[in-house]
């Protein structure tokens, strides 16, 4: 963050100004997000290994969404559902808990919107 002011002083030096635009450099803000579901597992696997993978599949894409892409419930139920070895998900609609800085509580939503300034980061996936 501490650079951001240099990097915005350097696009309002005249040398770098793009003719015909203003460019605003600001923070990106992390929003960490807790998800938690309960499934049920195919004949022949161990639900602690589908839960893990689910955990590993959720946490993945949670992880490469841009800024200011939403973490959309129903996407989370496919992840989960086309994991080798789920059954069912019980839990629906999936439990999502969107915690904002100053990190003093949770939101809890079943689509956790992002803004424009903002990236998801999976923080806590519960499998059950």
């Not at 793009?18 to 161990?46: H, K």
């Not at 439990?95 to 079943?110: D, H, M, N, Q, R």
């Amino acid at each position: 963050n501490s650079l951001i002011p240099t990097l915005q002083a350097l696009l309002n030096a005249d040398t770098n100004k793009i003719l015909g635009s203003d460019v605003l450099v600001v923070a990106a803000t992390e929003v960490l997000v807790q998800v938690a579901a309960s499934i049920t597992v195919l004949p022949g696997f161990t639900k602690g290994d589908v839960a893990n993978s689910v955990v590993t599949n959720v946490g993945n894409f949670i992880n490469t969404l841009k800024l200011g892409q939403p973490v959309l419930n129903a996407k989370l139920i496919a992840i989960i559902e086309d994991t080798k070895g789920v059954s069912d998900v019980l839990t629906l609609p999936v439990t999502v808990l969107a915690e904002y800085p100053p990190y003093i509580g949770f939101i809890s939503t079943i689509d956790a919107n992002i803004s424009s300034t903002q990236f998801a980061h999976a923080s806590v996936i519960n499998i059950t």
